[in-house]
């Protein structure tokens, strides 16, 4: 005896009934405008007691019309419509991945004080035209920017590393790429808070990190490229240890150039004013017992608005780092997380179309290379750990701001930038060229943000230049430039 077939299916909202041509009754329903009444009811309860519907353990008992078991086939078909899963620049967020599972077949690991960094290395051993002894010793290390990784350095590290000869290595700072993610703040408590180990989000990390991969290249110095925010990495590597970098490239350097001549020129003006001030009154004072007396009430009045200033500082201090805490707080919480998360949703994919000059050059493999961290387990929570950083770094105000100690800066620099760059503009490169002595600028034309991977062949030739006016030969001015 063959078994009867039937299924349901939904058409136009209404519950359809699908036999099998095994089905007795199939040859007289198949058109079902000649099927009478009776018929199809007496089908419904002939099918309600099949041996089909007795193996389901979930089927409607013979006395429930169709409509009912039926709706027990229907409900997995309502619920995958239903359900959906959640995207964020369109990327899936239910099936998280633990970043090691998305490493690329170059990709490598190495531990840095508890977290997992990802790196890539390449190393060029040919001989060329630029090669020489002290060159061949200098390794590069590329340092990208925000809510970038090591993807956005893979067009030029094969370029880089033929141009000097030796290795190029780029990792991804923590919050990025496929470097793990901790949950800084769930290690330790407020009762610990002298003892907490070195933020992994912070900067001070990622420059211990960046003087870390000059040792783990055997390397006594390095050459530091950073771009954008990158650039504020390299630059404050610098000023941890100036001995072991041998010139910065700065590429589209999200840095904040003062007017630094300007303000120089104030400060030589008024250090003038004061000292004929203070002349001219020791000359008075001398003539007029009663200038002296004035003068002594006037210091005295003088340490007093300081002490008072001082105190207001001092508050203004303090409600500056409870305001930064209340923030940090708010961060950290899952409203915190929430925004993170809607923000990288709506503006994530425009940021990076926006960061080049020409948006249709934006293909799918490159959309893809930036949003692949968007799959790893804890992304939106490191970059709150990130953010909250930033705003609680207390290390940086302990220290001169940055723009003030760049005319500090004594090795070789190269400023690049894209003359339609709509994210770090380059006048703010113009003015930082300025800024740091004896620095380099070039300006690619029709270039965004991204000259090393938009405009590849002029970066790299830009590079070169540098590279072999700085330490090309002769041997002597390689000597001088990297001592």
């Known amino acids: 005896m063959k078994s009867v077939g039937v299924g349901v299916s939904r058409f136009e909202g209404k519950l ?38 007795k193996s389901q353990p979930q089927a409607a008992s013979s006395s429930s019309p169709l409509t009912s078991s039926g709706a027990q086939y229907s409900e997995p078909l309502l619920d995958a419509n239903t359900d959906r899963k959640k995207r964020i620049a369109g990327i899936d967020q239910d099936e998280l991945l ?46 990208h920017g925000f809510g970038a990784s090591v993807f956005s350095w893979n067009r030029v590290m094969k370029p880089l590393a ?22 800084f703040s769930s290690h330790s408590s407020p009762a610990t808070e002298n003892r907490r180990p070195l933020n992994p989000y912070s900067m001070a990390f990622s420059v211990l990190a960046t003087l870390y991969f000059i040792d783990f290249l055997a390397a ?65 004072s001398l003539r007029n017992p009663f200038l002296k007396l004035s003068k002594i009430l006037l210091k005295f009045a003088k340490h007093v608005a300081q002490a008072t200033m001082q105190m207001v500082k001092g508050m203004a201090v303090m409600l500056n780092s409870l305001y930064k805490k209340l923030l940090s707080a708010i961060l950290r919480s899952a409203f915190g997380v929430m925004l993170v998360r809607m923000v990288i949703d709506k503006f994530g994919i425009a940021a990076i179309r926006n960061a080049w000059y020409n948006s249709s050059q ?19 929570r490191a970059l709150v750990e990130y953010t909250a950083a930033m705003l609680t770094d207390t290390e940086t105000e302990s220290k001169p701001p940055l723009e003030k100690r760049l005319h500090e800066i004594s090795c070789p620099v190269l400023i690049v930038t894209g ?3 709509r994210i770090v503009p380059s006048w703010n490169a113009q003015r930082l060229a300025k800024a740091i002595p004896g620095s380099h600028l070039e300006i690619i034309k029709h270039c965004g943000h991204l000259p090393h991977e938009e405009k590849v062949e002029e970066f790299v030739s830009v590079v070169e230049k540098f590279v072999q006016r700085v330490f090309g030969e002769p041997e002597k001015q390689c000597l001088e430039a990297v001592t």
Not at 236 to 265: D, M, Q
């Open 419 to 421: 003359d339609s760059d």
């Open 220 to 284: 006594e110095k390095a050459i530091l490229v950073g771009h954008s925010a990158g650039s504020l990495t390299a630059v404050n590597s610098y000023f941890e240890a100036p001995e072991r970098v041998a010139a910065l490239i700065l590429v589209a350097p999200a840095i904040l150039a003062p007017l630094i001549v300007r303000k120089a020129v104030k400060g030589n003006q008024l250090g003038r004013e004061n000292w004929m001030e203070k002349d001219s009154s020791d000359s008075s």
């Open 98 to 143: 633990d970043p090691s599972l998305l490493a690329d077949p170059d990709s490598c690991f190495c531990e840095f004080r508890g977290v997992q960094i990802h790196h890539k290395i390449y190393e060029f051993q040919a001989p060329n035209s630029l090669q020489n002894h002290t060159l061949s010793q200098l390794p590069m290390i590329l340092l």
């Open 362 to 380: 934006v293909t799918e493999h490159i959309l893809y290379g930036y949003t692949k961290p968007l799959r790893t387990k804890g992304w939106d």
């Open 16 to 53: 359809n009934l699908v036999l099998s041509p095994h089905c007795p009754q199939y040859r007289c329903c198949k058109n079902i405008n000649f099927c009478s009444q009776k018929k199809k009811k007496k089908l419904k309860l002939k099918i309600q007691g099949s041996r089909l519907l």
């Open 162 to 183: 033929e141009l000097i000869g030796s290795k190029v290595l780029a990792f991804d700072r923590p919050a990025f790429g496929l470097t793990s993610r901790l949950n």
